[in-house]
């Protein structure tokens, strides 16, 4: 039995492409001075014994970021860069990560072995630091994890000769295994990128730069004594256990390989149990890359994985392997801009990897990736380590790696209200998954257009949307608070103020209504809406024109409308969490001040320039704008959008200060009276929310609260309201909700870090 030739008598319509993908980034902590840190572990990133993304390495310096299982690169990447932004944001402000594999000049003693708490963890440290030496530890390089498709397995196995899944899946892996240890010469050649190692770290300086020291025999690797047989996944297993026995291996995990059979804790489970997937370990990191390795090598990668179980299994594997890492040894001990040796196949693997372009119709995307290879093998310039020669400075990268580590750090800390890669979702659900990510809750994405995520911690699940809707709250809440009419009766039965008022199903009856409330101080707002849209509010009384006007904007949002009395007074937001009111904002109404220079339009466009200004509530403050509800609150002011304003002279731009119509925040949760916290606690309680936004328009806030004179009137309970605009304010300090909520939906992982702390 044998699997040569199963893609090239494959279907076009093969799930070539169909594959799973993981991530693991090494990386140093730099201080201020540009020192590896000593500081310890990450204090915010709570508990290292079940952290699943974020942990220690060898050194308690050394982070090594875990993304999960991925069915892309793409996402594998968009994950990553979620895990590094994080580590960025959970290191002291003044730390960040070195950005080569190569680490920076320093001494065995700087190296500090990870403080774990399982003692056979920190032993087995302990003995590689013997073993090895604890300096040649702190190179760091980024693990490429991939488990090819089970569709594109079963239909390979049903195209072949074999009887058993496990049997063809296990050869299947075997043979990638031996193919990539035979051609990985190519990946150092494009990816290395460690052509120095600074003063000290190698007992005789190198008279040139070359390739890649991490990937050649000076780098981190088993002793010479070591010869694991890839011949035979029976080999492959007796092979390492038999170092193991003799204790020249002191685990099974320190065989040291580029490659290694993953899926099972021993290796001798692979022969019943089947090999689930493989680690590739030769990727420098990329120094020009924030996230340390590219989308294109990601994807060329799986394309060169690809080409390699297109080619014949050699027949003297473990021959062929012992000259493939000479090769490989040689070409990682190159300079940098040397062509390759003639004895590299370049041809045989290029031509593979366009045959597999070529006969599954991988598109345009797959034929650039192929060029963009040869045009490196002509060009050594364009590779990693041809790129990085030119940033050497008298046989140094310490200046360009400081450079290069501060102006990833700087991105990092750029828009910390976001998590990069995750734009495009509303901004309250990607601080959540930040803080899941960052506390160690594992996180899936369920549908991201919808902001619905599942979190878990062990057998514990928890389900979430838009950040702060949970199993917590009953279905009914959420849909009792939309409304605003039953939002009212609930409030008013319970003791509650609320404004009185009326409500239309059609803009003739509403007009009807105008005779009882032309000269009165009104608010016209659909009965079911959010983020302020479509309210119109007349504090002074209104002509039946603009009220018209009022009534088809609300009409454009809900086909019921609500006509209410203006409430005198400061509108105030309370956030209600579990029964306790954790932050209170003052909304300012989207308006604009004077210069005496421009229009009111322009004051406009240069407030919209503030960086926590943007659209569709991805930023903390929404953009301005100037549409009808705008123009019509300017002209109740008698001014215009070309208006000139004097220095100082306020202009109000809505009546409604949502910030989600551009209004400004501003933070007063230690100033607000006590009472009225708890006022708005009890509202929440009333209607049964677990999380909610309670708006209270306060006359005077220095007047306390009771519920027998409340001196207050609620217009609105919000089921979604938007935490981001308490964390990131206009004005004052804020205040972090989000981990609040991971916190009540798993007590358990404090508990858990505070005990590893106590510890």
């Given at each position: 039995m044998h699997i040569n030739h199963l893609l090239q008598q494959a279907p076009k319509t093969l799930p070539i492409l169909q594959a799973s993908f993981g991530l693991e980034r090494e990386s140093l902590r730099m201080n201020a001075a540009h020192q590896i840190a000593q500081t310890p572990h990450p204090k915010k990133l709570g508990s290292r014994n079940f952290h699943p993304y974020i942990q220690t390495d060898y050194s308690e310096s050394q982070l090594e970021l875990i993304t999960p299982v991925s069915p892309s690169t793409r996402k594998v990447r968009q994950v990553l860069g979620a895990c590094t932004e994080v580590a960025y944001r959970s290191m002291n402000p003044d730390e960040y990560l070195w950005p080569l594999s190569m680490p920076p000049y320093a001494s065995e003693d700087d190296i500090r072995i990870a403080r774990l708490e399982d003692v056979h963890e920190y032993q087995y440290r302990e003995g590689l630091g013997q073993r090895y030496g604890k300096l040649l530890q702190s190179m760091s390089g980024i693990h490429y994890n991939m488990e090819l498709g089970a569709g594109l397995i079963q239909q390979l196995f049903e195209a072949s000769t074999y009887n058993s899944l496990i049997e063809f899946t296990n050869d299947l892996y075997l043979k990638v295994a031996q193919q990539f240890l035979r051609f990985r010469w190519l990946l150092t050649y494009l990816y290395g990128a460690s052509p120095i190692a600074e003063k000290?770290?190698?007992?005789?300086?190198?008279?040139?730069?070359?390739?890649?020291?991490?990937?050649?025999s000076y780098g981190y690797r088993n002793a010479d004594d070591i010869h694991v047989s890839f011949a035979s996944l029976e080999h492959y297993v007796c092979d390492i256990e038999g170092y193991v026995a003799t204790g020249q291996l002191s685990a099974e995990k320190e065989f040291y390989s580029a490659v290694r059979l993953r899926g099972h804790k021993h290796n001798r489970d692979y022969l019943t149990k089947g090999i689930r997937y493989l680690e590739f370990r030769c990727f420098d990191l990329n120094p020009f890359d924030f996230l340390a390795i590219s989308q294109e090598t990601l994807d060329t990668v799986h394309l060169f994985v690809l080409a390699l179980l297109w080619l014949d299994s050699?027949?003297?594997v473990d021959g062929t392997l012992t000259t493939a890492t000479a090769l490989n040894d040689r070409i990682a001990l190159s300079h940098p801009l040397s062509p390759l040796p003639t004895e590299a196949e370049t041809q045989t693997i290029l031509e593979a990897m366009e045959a597999v372009t070529s006969h599954f119709q991988l598109g345009e995307t797959y034929r650039g990736l192929v060029d963009k290879v040869k045009q490196q093998v002509s060009q050594p310039e364009l590779t990693l380590s041809g790129q990085l020669v030119g940033h050497l400075a008298h046989h140094s990268l310490q200046a360009f790696g400081r450079k290069q580590g501060q102006t990833f750090h700087d991105y990092a800390w750029t828009a910390p209200y976001a998590l990069k890669g995750f734009e495009h979702m509303e901004l309250s659900t990607q601080m959540l998954m930040f803080?899941?990510?960052?506390?160690?809750?594992?996180?899936?994405i369920l549908d991201e257009d919808d902001q619905f995520l599942k979190l878990w911690h062990k057998d514990h699940i928890e389900y979430v949307k838009n950040g702060n809707m949970t199993s917590k709250d009953s279905y009914v809440v959420p849909l009792a608070m939309a409304n605003k009419t039953v939002t009212k009766k609930i409030l008013a039965a319970a003791g509650f103020p609320v404004p009185a008022g009326a409500e239309f199903s059609s803009k003739k009856e509403a007009l009807r209504y105008y005779g009882e409330i032309e000269k009165q101080a009104i608010v016209v707002k659909p009965k079911s809406t959010n983020f302020g849209l479509g309210i119109s509010i007349f504090q002074d009384g209104l002509c039946q024109k603009d009220y018209e006007k009022a009534l088809d904007i609300a009409f454009a949002e809900d086909k019921q409308v609500l006509v209410e009395e203006f409430i005198q007074g400061t509108e105030y937001r309370f956030f209600v969490l579990d029964g306790k009111c954790e932050a209170v904002l003052l909304r300012v109404a989207a308006n604009v001040v004077g210069d005496g220079i421009h229009t009111i339009s322009e004051l406009v466009d240069l407030k919209n320039q503030n960086p926590l200004r943007g659209r569709d509530h991805r930023s903390p403050l929404e953009i301005i704008h100037l549409g009808d509800l705008e123009i019509l609150m300017l002209d109740q002011q008698g001014y215009r959008p070309d208006t000139i304003l004097k220095a100082g002279q306020k202009a109000e731009l809505r009546g409604n200060s949502n910030i989600s119509t551009g209004g400004d925040s501003i933070d007063v949760t230690e100033q607000m009276d006590d009472s009225y916290k708890q006022l708005a606690a009890e509202m929440a309680s009333a209607i049964g929310a677990w999380v909610c936004g309670v708006d209270l328009i306060i006359p005077d806030s220095t007047v306390p609260s009771s519920k027998e004179q409340p001196n207050c009137t609620c217009i609105e309970l919000n089921f979604n309201p938007s935490m981001y605009m308490h964390t990131y304010c206009y004005q004052g300090?804020?205040?972090?909700?989000?981990?609040?909520?991971?916190?009540?939906?798993?007590?358990?992982?404090?508990?858990?870090?505070?005990?590893?702390?106590?510890?």
């Open positions: 000290g770290f190698l007992k005789e300086d190198l008279d040139q730069p070359v390739r890649s020291l991490r990937n050649s050699p027949e003297d803080d899941a990510i960052q506390k160690g809750v594992n996180l899936e300090p804020g205040q972090a909700l989000t981990p609040k909520i991971i916190a009540k939906l798993f007590p358990e992982i404090t508990d858990e870090s505070a005990e590893t702390a106590r510890n």
